[in-house]
């Protein structure tokens, strides 16, 4: 090989050389900015899922949100905002007051037992009944300064219970006693009114709710939210002197047996309304 030719493959070589080694740089290059980039969205989306996380907790919950609602009285109510619940006759001369938490199992063991026996009274116009509905085992997350089992099941039933008292007073009496049923009521420590599908599964045994699109409706779309809260403040800042369910007031007075508790079975009712009525 002559030296030009030579010359002329070295020169070739490293030509070759400087080109790949251009490639090379190049290649490195966009591995770097790729790198960068990926780094970047990976930090975008850290700091964006953290910022997600801290909204998501100061975001106020359901029904802390509802507290600010307006709100939206069920029909067959009257006074402020809906919130006398009144049934019976209106010629009955004297109102019994019930103060009951439909998550309570007191409440539902007196309403198995003595519920029959306040229809009766209500059907002859003995008395009518005044329902005042407290919220107290969810818990104190409203400030009512009453510690229970914690959850939302009383504050959903008792919405649940609007949608019916805006169907009629009928549907509403016999919704909550498909509610304190052996059937339907929980344990204490379970949230089952909770969820609409299940009082939804409840007022289904109701003839007047069953199928009900109205009813449904204002469940789902929590229509009567914020009066259920508005009736819980009702219950904690009654001033009848009650602290727990059931209670039973009539004329201001507290019923109770003779000995100081709870009219729990139907002999007990009798003889402490019986009293009241005459008194």
Same mark, same amino acid.
């Given at each position: 090989?002559?030296?030009?030719?030579?010359?002329?493959?070295?020169?070739?070589?490293?030509?070759?050389?400087?080109i790949e080694?251009?490639?090379?740089?190049?290649?490195?290059?966009?591995?770097?900015?790729?790198?960068?980039?990926?780094?970047?969205?990976?930090?975008?989306?850290?700091?964006?899922?953290?910022?997600?996380?801290?909204?998501?907790?100061?975001k106020?919950?359901?029904?802390?949100?509802?507290?600010?609602?307006?709100?939206?009285?069920?029909?067959?109510?009257?006074?402020k905002?809906g919130l006398?619940?009144?049934?019976?006759?209106?010629?009955?001369?004297?109102?019994?007051?019930?103060?009951?938490?439909?998550?309570?199992?007191?409440?539902?063991?007196?309403?198995?037992a003595?519920?029959?026996?306040?229809?009766?009274?209500l059907?002859?116009?003995?008395?009518?009944?005044?329902?005042?509905?407290g919220?107290?085992?969810?818990?104190?997350?409203?400030?009512?300064?009453?510690? +229970? /089992?914690g959850?939302?099941?009383?504050?959903?039933?008792?919405?649940a219970? %609007? &949608? =019916? @008292?805006?169907?009629?007073?009928?549907?509403?009496?016999?919704?909550?006693?498909?509610?304190?049923?052996?059937?339907?009521?929980?344990?204490?420590?379970q949230?089952?009114?909770?969820?609409?599908?299940?009082?939804?599964?409840?007022?289904d045994?109701?003839?007047?709710?069953?199928?009900?699109?109205?009813?449904?409706?204002?469940?789902?779309?929590?229509?009567?939210?914020?009066?259920?809260?508005?009736?819980?403040?009702?219950?904690d800042?009654?001033?009848?002197?009650?602290?727990?369910t059931?209670?039973?007031?009539?004329?201001?007075?507290?019923?109770?047996?003779?000995? +100081? /508790?709870q009219?729990?079975?139907?002999?007990?009712f009798?003889?402490?309304? %019986? &009293? =009241? @009525?005459?008194?």
């Open positions: 090989m002559s030296k030009r030719n030579n010359q002329a493959a070295k020169t070739a070589a490293r030509e070759r050389l400087r080694r251009e490639r090379e740089a190049k290649r490195a290059k966009v591995k770097r900015q790729v790198v960068v980039a990926c780094s970047l969205v990976a930090v975008l989306a850290a700091a964006g899922g953290i910022g997600y996380a801290v909204v998501q907790a100061n106020p919950s359901q029904w802390e949100a509802v507290k600010s609602d307006k709100i939206v009285a069920p029909a067959n109510t009257s006074g905002d006398t619940v009144l049934v019976g006759k209106d010629s009955a001369k004297k109102t019994l007051k019930m103060y009951e938490d439909p998550r309570c199992p007191v409440c539902a063991a007196f309403e198995q003595v519920g029959t026996t306040v229809e009766k009274d059907a002859a116009g003995k008395y009518k009944v005044q329902y005042i509905g919220t107290f085992i969810d818990g104190d997350s409203l400030g009512s300064g009453k510690i +229970g /089992s959850g939302e099941g009383s504050k959903s039933a008792m919405s219970m %609007g &949608a =019916a @008292l805006n169907v009629s007073p009928d549907a509403f009496m016999k919704y909550k006693t498909a509610l304190y049923s052996t059937k339907f009521h929980p344990e204490e420590s949230d089952k009114f909770k969820d609409d599908a299940y009082l939804i599964k409840v007022a045994t109701v003839p007047e709710l069953k199928g009900n699109a109205t009813f449904r409706n204002a469940l789902k779309k929590g229509t009567y939210d914020a009066w259920a809260l508005a009736m819980s403040k009702t219950f800042t009654n001033k009848d002197g009650v602290t727990g059931p209670s039973f007031v009539m004329d201001g007075k507290i019923l109770k047996t003779a000995q +100081g /508790s009219p729990m079975t139907v002999p007990d009798n003889q402490v309304v %019986g &009293a =009241a @009525l005459k008194g």
